[in-house]
Structure formats: structure tokens, C-alpha cells
């Protein structure tokens, strides 16, 4: 016990917990009700009861057959951390009755989770409905307290990985994929979630700076249209000179370089007339800036027509100087049409004017993209390198919620169903294990549940699946592999090896080799076959009887 | 200018700003590009040049005309608290090119925004598209490094305030809202923004601690399934005496005195056939917990043949020793239906056994409720009291973002405009003035934008009203009262009277009361007529001038 006390002193204290905390995330960050409720088990002595809650979710999000997990890790730390201050307890105590006893905060004082066990399936798997994501098992008063901030901690973080990964899988392994939802993600911690668990779900860089700093995410971000509107003219350009890359000499006069080359763009380009003097100083201004990795929004007055020519005007000239340019953004009109209708005019003046890699400047588009967007970008043909989502990605705005719920399923040793009139929110009794099934191929099968003291699936050993509600359906399988998903990550007063919590990095890691691990099928945006999700035979006899068991026979009347 | 700059401090360290800082808004809660440009103006000296930027939406969210403007108070805290830490700048500086300037960092190292100036329509007011709900000026670059904390903390602020006024429309004064939504809502953050939001925007109180004891909201909460499915039987009640509330005696065998109600009910109800035990042993032990405002949740296994004979039971049991039971919460099936059983059953009893009072035990309902769902039982008739309601209300699921932008209309005094194909999209320029015109009705009728420097419309004069865009919409007004629209919150270095940031309670009343004046056609729910939203004459004139000067010319080809 003692050794057990010690693992979890190690998760708070040495650093083992990656990351740092969410100062939002206290066990205040609760329903009241679940504080009424452990008043309501102190009253009757009824708080130090074993009970067995599984957390899962009901339905795939956004239409599809899969969901990836995410989440954990803040849960483990919560847990870790989970103490009532003195300030605390008097705002529970102020929020409770009048007459509630005294004796029940001393004993929320010394409440904390080391005789909570927390079994979870690793963050960043892919996982299906039904099947418990969490079993949390302990005295029953603590463990309703964890409901609250776990099922907050997991919904938006499942919901929002899962979404990206969807935007990924759309969108292809080669292109770049950047978060930019800060500005509309739902408050300051749905931005910094948001940019946390796309990164989980496969994004490759945000621009949220501060989820940068905390996470340690690839950030990226050149300039906006303000940026180009807030020059008038080329005269407000007052320092032209601009060293070459290697130090060697200086050029004094950039600007006019920029507009010599950008005459001879003009010829190239055949259309005649000035392109917007203000986008032109602001993008010579920016390349001053950042001459190494110039970037500019092409759109702000007209792509073709001003936008580009002044992109690679300046960008020829930083090439005269040594320097690269990075690329350009399109943020408005038909991305499709602009990113080719620039992809060929980079690729001329590669061809003209002899400068190789002209042609594969990063082309990244923006503007209110979400899967359909992509789809149809794809089907169109599009010469887009890079693209930045943010509104529908962060907020999850195709299904902006995951009903993941936190059940009891068994309590002093007997199991515990909640029925429902609606057959999909009946919950699976009895403290459970669950396995994963691969087929030959290497894909993953079915997932089964069983009784705590089923033996395991054996590699090579047929066994039936079957549906936990519908009686026809079911499935022998014989298993080529065999996972056990639930892991120990917080082992209460047991003396239990804890599972690593591994660094965003390897979660992420995980997530994408997880994704391209699965069936296709399962996985294509229209129609997808759904995952099996099944429970062992022994268990679905149980489940049966006891729902015949709980049920109110029904009187015709 | 001390004289201002004391204001500032005032805001910032006597408590003027209410409430607590949220301390994941730091000047990092940003979009790298802010910081790429803050450096890009800097290398140009052109950081210092005073800009002018609008914040404003384009469209009204839920397909309704009008908004509920919020999170202008976080703005403010966040502004007064502006200050890049040592630790923050050598992030930034990592973030950006290894070439930037040290002397940047130094810059950034004394910024903050004492020479910035922000004027705001009060938080809580019903606003519109196209108005700027804050004008904010200084320096280019300090300000570019508060649009993105000020949309984030915006949008979602007012997205979910809009949609709590919404819920409080369809479910009518007489009822009380309960926000349910924490376990659902994006984030930790998000749920504790939208409890503070949704009771701004009409909701009277929150199931979410944390944001109670952060905002002073009411709380609320009894229990949940997993209460009640933790008993297996009345055995489990080892304590079974309770004292009268005037404490005159002790009742010994409390479970008796309800098994004695409960089998008068049966006779009254006409059902046969025992209730389900292990819930009345749960209802029982709640009753011990809280006798004084004893709430059940009826549902878990059928609530007419268990829940509210149960529940009936132990309340009239209560008010044999002079408690007085609070009511039931349904969570499931047809809530109009099972409302109108309830109360039925509740008035049976109270006419029965005369219990005065018991027919109008509150009712409250939750599961998966909207507008949608709100609007139905109003219209199949229902018997609720109260609806507890959480994923659609937190999450905006309706529609889970606001477009809230933030552009530059003026730098070094020249107005700027930002066009787009889409002429939704254009930016209204100039440093302006708003003002909302009130018929004579007492509604108002039309908002209007001017320049600066004309003069406020008069009571009693007439003044033309322009569509911004289009040429052949505009009204003459004949306004009886006239409010300008945006008032000083953070005066930079003007020694102007500040506008006081009220508690909570007055922006919800400001926001309930604001609803309650709008004219009945703007407010329905089925083609709401929108409101109209103008600029004067002169500003017109100015638009469309600037307008044609800056668009390219096309070419026919």
C-alpha cells in the first residue's frame, strides 16, 4: 500500500504528469448534485461503498464510425491533484443546506483519490461506442465527484481530435494542416483545447501562441489584411536598403529592385495596369521583416492581378539577395481556380526568368474550410500546399458535443444496470474487461467486453461476439491478435505497474498510427461501415437477466 | 494625462474590475501573426502610427435578428492587465526568426495599453450586424495584439448569451432556467464562460460550482441515476429516525411512516404492483440528507408506477413532521405527458388527503432539451416549471460560432476600407459614431452610423437613414429619443469620465430589460423582421467613394 501511495506521490510531484495544470480544473469544476449526492451517501454512511463507474460514449461523432480518445492525461493529473482548499469547502458548505453536519467537510478536508483506481484505454486510440473508455472504481461519494470533470475533460478533447483526424483523413497525408481557431473557438480554454488535441488528432502547427508555449505545438502565422491595408504608398517605406542572406554586401535601394522585377512580371503576365502600390509596400515592409521566410496574403485588393505579381516581384528580389521566399496565403474567392491560376504563374516565372523552386512556393489556403470544403477542393483539383481551418475545425461545428456518460456499473460487488426506454442508453452492467480482436489481415476485428473474471481471448481460440441488445446478431471470431484496452493509470491502494503518460508528441504518434491501422471501410466519410462492438456470451446472458429483473412488467390497459 | 493614467490603475488594482481574472488570458493568448506583424510594424517605425479598428459581426446568430452583446468586461480586465512577462517575450523570441531585432524584444518589454483607447456599447445590450459593438485606438501594433484575445473573448460570450436568450424567449418569464451544461461543454472554460453567459442572457441559475463561487450565480442540483441505482433495498437505511423540523420530537421508524403513505397512494393511484424499493431506500436517504427541500429524480425506472408514488410518499411522509418537499425532476420520455401525469397526481393528493400546496410541487424537466423541443411542449401543453438544460444551450450546437471580426477603418487619420467580392464582407470605414434612434412607440427602430465629426441626430429632426450597400434602401427618421451607442471604457491617455463596468446582476438585468423593449417582430422565432442598421448620408457618399478608389477595374477578356 505503501509503494502504491509513493506511485501516486510520483505522478504529482515528479514531473512524471506532463504538462502543465489547467488553473480551471478544481474540484469545484463540478455539479452541485454531485456534491448534494455525497453529502446524501455521508448521511448514510453509504460514502465508503466500492463502487465501479465506466465512462463512455454512445454514438461516433460527425456522421462516422470512429472516435480518438483524448483527454486522459488532464484526467490523471486532475485526479493527482484533487484536494478541497479550506475556501473550497466553505463554498460547498455556503452552497449545501444549513443543516448539513460539520463532520461531512471535515470529511471532504481530507478527501483525496488515493483509493481510486482508474483504468483507461491509452490516449489517442481509436475507439468505438460502448466500449468503456475509463472504469473508475473506488468509494462511491469520490468517485461521483471525478464524474463531472472527467466526462468535461474527455467530450471536447475525444470530440475535437476526432475532428481533426477527419479533416486529415479528407485532406491527405502530404499536405500541411494548420489550426487558426483561436479567434472562434468557444472562450480562451476552448481555443488552447482545441489547438492541444488537433495536434493530437494529426494537425501539424497552430497559431495559438499560447498553446504553443504550453504545449509545445509548431507555431505559424505571417500577416493579415489589416497588415496590407494599413500602408497607402511606397513612400511610407523610409529605410530601402536590405542585406544579402550571406552578409556579403548591402542593396540600397530593395524597392527599386522589387519594381524592376515586378516590370518584368507585368510583361510576363501580359496584363497591364499598376497592381495596388499599399498591398506592395506592406508585403516589401513584411520582407524586411522577415526576409527568410517571406509569406504574404495575396488577397486583400485582387489575387491575380495584384496580389501575385507583388508576391513574386518581392520575392525575386529577396532571391537576388540570397534570401527564399516561403509562400503565399489565399483567404477568399474559389481556392481551387487561384491556387492553380498561381501554381502556373510560380511555374512560368521558374521557366522565364531561370529560378528553381519558383514553381513549388507553398501555396496555403484558408477561409471558412471544413471537411466539405476539402472534399470538394479535392474532387476540383487544387494546387494547395498548406491549409488553415479554424472556425469549423475548433468548434466542432458540424456536431458541437460528444455524449460521453459516466455510469454505474456495479457497486459492493453487484452489478448495476440503468434501463431506458430507448434500447441505445441501456447501460452494460458489472465491472468489465474489454479486448480488441485483429483479423489476418491486421486490421482490427471487433471489440468484446466480458466479466471481470472471463478468462481472456485466446490468439487462435474461437470466440463468439455477440451484440449486447440484439439477440440475432453475433459472431464467432477467431483472433489473430489480442489487446487488452484497459490499462492501470492511477492504481488507487493496489500495487499495480502504471501505464507511462506519454509525452503530446508520442500521443500523437499514436493517434495517426492507430487511424491508418483501421479497415478502410470503417473509415471513408460516406457510408462507412460500422466498427462491431460486442460483448462475450456469459455477459450478454447476464445483461438479460438482470434487465428482466429490474424492468416493471407493463399492464395493458 | 496622470489623471487618466490613474484611471487605469484604478481599474486595475482597486477592485473596480469585478470578478476574477481568468488566468489563461494572457497576452499569448494570441495569433502568431499578431506577434509577426507587431515586429514587421516595428522594423517599419511604423507601430507608433494611430490606428482605429472596429469589432462587429456580420450576421445574427440562430437564425434570428438580434445578439446579445457580452465579454466586454473580460476585454477590459484584459486590456488594464496588458503585459508581457520576461518568460512570455522569450517565447515570442523563439517563436519568431532568429533575425529579429533585440531591440523589438525591449519594445515589447514596455508595451502596454495606457495610450490605447476603447469605447464600447455596454455589455448585455441587444445589438446588431454591421455596428461596431468596440471602436479601438492607438498605436497599430499594440492594438493588432488585442484583436484576437478581444474576438475570442467575445465571441463565444456572446454567441452563448444570445442562445440563453433565445431559451428564455421560447420557455417564457414565468419559468425557471437551470444551465446543465458543464459536463458537455467545450472545455473547462467553456462551461464556466457559458454559465456566466447563459445567466447574463436570462438563465437563473447553474448546476456549475466553480462558476457559482467565481460569479456568484445561484446554484441548483439534487441528484442523479446513479444515486438511486446505488441501492439495492430499504435494508441498506440503518438510521431510520428523523426529527421534526421545529424539533419538538423525533420520528423513530421514518421508512414505516412512508410505507404507511405509500399504500394509500397505491389505493388512490389504482395501480397495483409494488414500486421499485431500491429507489424509494435512495429518495428515502435523500430525504434524511436534505428534509428540507427534498427534490428526487423520478425516472430511473418508471416514474409513474415508481418515481411518483415514491417521491409522493416520502414527501408526504416530510410534511407529517413539517418539512415541505421541494418537487421532482424528469429526465426522460414524454415530458408534456408526464408533466401533465405529475401534476394531476400531485392535485389528486393534495384534494385527497388535504396536503395544501402539494399540487404545485415544481416540475422540473431536462434531457436534450433546445428551442426546438421548448417550443413543442408549449405547444402539446405541458406542466413544468422548470427546464434544466445543457448540451444544446453550452455548446451553441445550433450554431456553434458568431463571426465576430476586427478591422482597421483608420491609420494616421485616413480611413481605410476593406473590400471583398462578397459585399457582406466589406469593411464600413472611418472613425465612426453609432447611435440608436427610438420611435415613438418607445422601440427602437433603426441604428445609424456616422462619421465623427457630424453632428448626433436631433429629438424631432428628421434624418436620412442609409442602407450602407444598397443604393435604393433608406428612410427618413424622425427619432423621439436618441442613445449613442458607444461609451469610453479604457481612455488611454484622454482625461475622459470613465464608464463603470457593473456587477453581473445589473448586465443581466440591463440584458433582460433591453430584450423586453425590442419590437415583438424583431424577436419571433419564425421570420423575425430584421432590424434595420444605416449610415448616414455623408458617410454613405464616403463609402462608395472610397469604394471605387480602391477596387480594381476589371477587364472583359
Same mark, same amino acid.
Given at each position: ?138 468509494? @462511491? +461519494? !469520490?468517485?461521483? /465527484?471525478?464524474?463531472? =470533470? ?6 471536447? &478533447?475525444?470530440?475535437? #481530435? ?46 495559438? @501562441? +499560447? !498553446?504553443?508555449? /504550453?504545449?509545445?505545438? =509548431? ?6 489584411? &489589416?497588415?496590407?491595408? #494599413? ?327
Amino acid at each position: 500500500m505503501e509503494a502504491a501511495k509513493n506511485n501516486n506521490n510520483e505522478r504529482t510531484s515528479n514531473g512524471s504528469i506532463h504538462g502543465p495544470t489547467n488553473p480551471m480544473v478544481t474540484p469545484l469544476l463540478n455539479d452541485l448534485y454531485q456534491f448534494t449526492m455525497a453529502y446524501a451517501y455521508w448521511k448514510a454512511n453509504k460514502h465508503q461503498e466500492r463502487a465501479v463507474f465506466d465512462l463512455y460514449f454512445r454514438k461516433n461523432p460527425f456522421g462516422g464510425e470512429y472516435t480518438v480518445f483524448s483527454g486522459l492525461e488532464e484526467c490523471i493529473r486532475f485526479i493527482a491533484n484533487f484536494k478541497l482548499s479550506e475556501d473550497e469547502i466553505d463554498f460547498v458548505r455556503q452552497s449545501l443546506s444549513p443543516s448539513c453536519e460539520d463532520a461531512f467537510f471535515d470529511y471532504l478536508r481530507g478527501l483525496d483519490c488515493s483509493d481510486v483506481e482508474v483504468y483507461a484505454i491509452p490516449e489517442g486510440t481509436v475507439v468505438f461506442p460502448k466500449i468503456p473508455l475509463l472504469r473508475v472504481e473506488g468509494p @462511491v +461519494a !469520490a468517485v461521483q /465527484l471525478l464524474e463531472t =470533470p472527467f466526462v468535461n475533460l474527455i467530450n471536447f &478533447a475525444s470530440l475535437v #481530435s476526432t475532428n481533426a483526424a477527419r479533416h486529415r483523413k479528407v485532406a491527405g497525408k502530404s499536405k500541411t494542416l494548420l489550426e487558426f481557431g483561436l479567434r472562434r473557438a468557444q472562450g480562451p480554454d476552448g481555443g488552447i483545447s482545441a489547438s492541444k488535441y488537433c495536434y493530437i488528432g494529426g494537425f501539424d502547427a497552430t497559431s495559438n @501562441v +499560447a !498553446a504553443g508555449k /504550453l504545449f509545445g505545438i =509548431p507555431l505559424r502565422g505571417t500577416h493579415s489584411h &489589416a497588415f496590407v491595408s #494599413s500602408y497607402m504608398s511606397l513612400d511610407e517605406i523610409t529605410d530601402r536598403s536590405l542585406r544579402r542572406k550571406d552578409g556579403s554586401s548591402t542593396c540600397e535601394d530593395f524597392v527599386s529592385l522589387v519594381q524592376t522585377w515586378l516590370s518584368k512580371i507585368q510583361l510576363l503576365n501580359g496584363v497591364f495596369g499598376e497592381t495596388n502600390q499599399s498591398e506592395l509596400a506592406a508585403f516589401i515592409s513584411y520582407a524586411f521583416a522577415f526576409p527568410d521566410n517571406f509569406l504574404a496574403l495575396v488577397d486583400t485588393y485582387d489575387v491575380m492581378r495584384s496580389g501575385i505579381p507583388n508576391f513574386c516581384a518581392v520575392a525575386l528580389a529577396l532571391g537576388d539577395l540570397g534570401y527564399k521566399a516561403g509562400g503565399i496565403r489565399l483567404d477568399s474567392g474559389d481556392l481551387a481556380y487561384l491556387s492553380c491560376q498561381a501554381r502556373k504563374f510560380f511555374c512560368s516565372i521558374e521557366k522565364e526568368f531561370g529560378v528553381p523552386g519558383f514553381g513549388k512556393l507553398i501555396i496555403t489556403a484558408s477561409n471558412d474550410l471544413n471537411e466539405e470544403t476539402l472534399d470538394a477542393l479535392n474532387k476540383q483539383g487544387h494546387e494547395v500546399d498548406a491549409f488553415g481551418i479554424g472556425t469549423y475545425l475548433v468548434t466542432c461545428y458540424a456536431q458541437a458535443a460528444l455524449g460521453v456518460v459516466f455510469k454505474l456499473v456495479d457497486i459492493n460487488n453487484q452489478p448495476r444496470i440503468k434501463l431506458s426506454e430507448d434500447v441505445s442508453k441501456v447501460s452494460i452492467p458489472c465491472k468489465k474487461r474489454s479486448y480488441r480482436l485483429y483479423g489476418k489481415e491486421g486490421y482490427p476485428l471487433v471489440d468484446i467486453m466480458t466479466g471481470e473474471d472471463e478468462p481472456p481471448p485466446k490468439v487462435g481460440e474461437r470466440i463468439l461476439c455477440r451484440h449486447p441488445f440484439q439477440e440475432s446478431k453475433r459472431a464467432y471470431v477467431v483472433p489473430q491478435r489480442v489487446e487488452e484496452l484497459l490499462r492501470c493509470y492511477w492504481p488507487g491502494n493496489l500495487d499495480k505497474k502504471l501505464e507511462p503518460l506519454p509525452p503530446l508528441k508520442e500521443i500523437r504518434e499514436r493517434c495517426i498510427n492507430q487511424l491508418e491501422q483501421m479497415r478502410p471501410d470503417h473509415m471513408r466519410k460516406l457510408n462507412p461501415t460500422p466498427y462491431k462492438v460486442s460483448v462475450s456470451a456469459k455477459l450478454y446472458e447476464f445483461i438479460h437477466f438482470l434487465w428482466l429483473n429490474e424492468a416493471p412488467v407493463g399492464e395493458l390497459q
